[in-house]
C-alpha cells in the first residue's frame, strides 16, 4: 500500500509527489499523458519559447537602430521555431521525469479511476493508498459557437503547432492566453484581430495597465474589439467567417484562422468522483481549508478546485497540502498575494489588490507611479514605455503592485514579499536598489509618498 497516490503529473501533480517523498512518504504518480502536465509539454514553456523567437526576430529587424548592421532578409522560419519549442518543453519534460525517479516516486502510466476512497484503478491494475491527492488539472474550454476542429478552428494547444503562418487571425479571448498568442503571431506578420467579450481588455488587470496594454497592442497593428460576443463560426471557401456582435451591432469578420482562448475546464470526467462520493460544484471539486474533499483521504488541488488556475498557484497548494497530510503545519496560502503574468510585449506583471477592487472592497488607498519614460535602464535597452503602479493603504502598506513594461515579470518578487511581510512606502522608498535597473521603479514610486 502506498502512502500516496498522486492522480496527475503536471506542476500541482508532480511537485506534490516529490514533497511527500521527500517527508518519507511511498509515493505513486499516475499520469496519462506526458510529466509535466499542460504547462510544461503545451502551456506554459512552450508557449515562452515561441515568444522568445518572436523576440529574436524582433531584435534582428531593429537591430540597425542599436547600431548593428545585418545584411540581407530577416526572415520567420515558424517551423523552426516550432521545433525548438517542441524541443524546449521535452527538455524540462526529461527534467521532471528525472527528478520523480531521483525522489523515489514510482511512475505509474494510463489514465486512473477511483474505486473507492483507497484504491485507484489503472488499466487493469488496482493499487491502494492511504490517501489519494487529484491534481489532474484542465485543458481548453469549447463554446458551442466556436466549433474547435483543430484546423480552422483552433485551440491553444493547436496554435502551439502550427506549420506555417496565416495571413488573418481571430484570436477570442483577451486572457493571458489569447493575448500572449495575438502578439505572438502579429510580431511575425500576421493580421490579427483579439474579440474580447467583456468591456474591458484583458479584464482581470488594474484598469489603467489594461487601458495601456490595448495602446500597445494598437501600436503593434493588432485590432481589439471589446465588449463583443462571438454568436458563430462558419468555414467558407477555406476562409473563418466569424460572427460577432459589438454593442448591439452585428458584423462579420473574414479571417484564416480562429483561435479560441475562452478558458478552461476542469479534468475530472472519468476519475469516478461521484462513485466515491466527491462533491463537485459547478466543475470545480469542493475542498476545505486543508484541501480536503468531501471524502477524508481524498485531497485535491490546483486547477480542478476554485482557486486561481495558475501553474504557480497548484504547486504551491500541493505543498501546503502534502505537508498537512503527513504531519506538518504549514502556513495558510494568501490567494490575496498570487502573482500574475503575461508575457506579451510589453510585458504585464501583477499582484494585490487593483484600483479598481480597493474601491469595491472600501479600501482607503494611495497610488504611487513611475514612469519608465524616466528610466536610464530603460533608455539603454531601447524600451522606456510602462510604469510602476503602487497601490498603499490609509497606513501606506503596499496592497498592490501593477507593472507594465519590457522584462518586468522579474520585478515582481520584491512588491510579492514586500506584501508579505508587510512593508511600507517608506521601507521600499529606503532600501538601496541597484542602478541601473528598471526595478528601481519600485523605490522611485514609493517615493512619491514620503
Known sequence: MFDLIVIGGGPAGYVGAIRAAELGA??????RAELGGTCLNWGCIPTKALLKSAQVYHYCKSAKSFGVAIEGEVKADLKAMVVRSRQVAQTTGRGVEMLLKKAGVEVITGSAELLSDHA???GEATYEARNILLATGASPREVPSIPIDHNF???SRDALVLEELPETMVVVGSGA???EFAFLYASLGVKVTVV????????LLDAEVSAAAERAFRRQRIAVMTDTAVRGVAVVDGKCVVEVEQRGEAKQIVADKVLSAVGIKSNIEGLNLDKVGVKVE???IVVDSEFRTSVSSIFAVGDIISSPALAHVASAEAVNCVERIFGLSPKALDYALTPACIFTTPEIASVGLTEEQAQKQGVEYKVARYNFASSGKAAAAGDRDGFVKLIFDSENKLRGAHIIGANVVEMLGEPSVAMAL???ANDLATTIHA???LYEGIMEAAKSLQ
Open 26 to 31: 511511498k509515493v505513486a504518480l499516475v499520469e
Open 120 to 122: 485507484v484503478k489503472v
Open 153 to 155: 478552428v483552433l485551440s
Open 177 to 179: 492566453i489569447g493575448s
Open 196 to 203: 474580447e467579450y467583456l468591456p474591458q481588455f484583458m479584464p
Open 282 to 284: 459547478r466543475d470545480k
Open 422 to 424: 508587510g512593508a511600507t
Open 435 to 437: 542602478h541601473p535597473s
